[in-house]
């Protein structure tokens, strides 16, 4: 059973934060500072104005899609850590994202079930292939959708990880992982400031 979550932040940053809660001239200067070409967890900034835009849009999205299903977000927008140390995230990073990155394992029990939505894989790249139906990567039982804790767990029970039984066919640059979106930071604080 999986009872953490995992953090990933760029060096020299603070963790636990939000673009979409920054203006977009604020926003746009921190995906400047972040990006780092041939650098698998950074790569995605290199068009900040777009990667904002569809940002912005999918968030929304995630949010009302966890309200219908009995979320509770106290916050507008999420914070983004992976649930589960997939396949992918233990391959995919190169050594410019290796020699660039922390982690922070964050205690599951620390959220309440309301606290925590999920996407697999990573919420853009989900949404991205929920769009593009005709893709040979499209998954119609995983992409575009929200997932609660409870969903998430019984599927990981009864396939395991992704890149494991399932969802091996993504190629390298996807994400492929499961997503888990925090709606409340109020637990996030307090374990920083242990």
């Not at 929304?60 to 396949?87: C, D, N, Q, T």
Request: charged share 20%.
């Amino acid at each position: 059973m999986i009872n953490h979550l995992i953090h990933v932040f760029k060096k020299g940053t603070i963790p636990f934060q939000s673009l979409s809660a920054l203006s977009d001239a604020d926003a746009t200067k921190i995906m400047q500072n972040l990006y780092i070409e041939g650098a698998i967890f950074w790569e995605r900034f290199k068009n900040p104005a777009q990667y904002l835009k569809m940002h912005r849009q999918i968030e929304y999205r995630l949010r009302e899609e966890f309200i219908a299903k009995g979320g509770k977000p106290r916050e507008s927008y999420p914070i983004y850590m992976i649930y589960g140390r997939s396949k992918w995230f233990i391959e995919a990073p190169d050594t410019k994202t290796l020699s660039t990155t922390i982690e922070i394992q964050v205690p599951l029990s620390l959220f309440q079930k309301q606290d925590l939505s999920f996407t697999y894989p990573d919420s853009m790249v989900s949404f991205l292939l929920f769009n593009q139906k005709d893709s040979p990567y499209y998954l119609p039982d995983f992409h575009g959708k929200v997932f609660t804790l409870d969903e998430i767990q019984d599927l990981i029970q009864s396939n395991g990880l992704s890149g494991e039984k399932w969802g091996t066919n993504l190629p390298r640059y996807f994400a492929n992982y499961i997503e888990a979106q925090v709606w409340n930071q109020e637990p996030l604080i307090k374990f920083l400031n242990k």
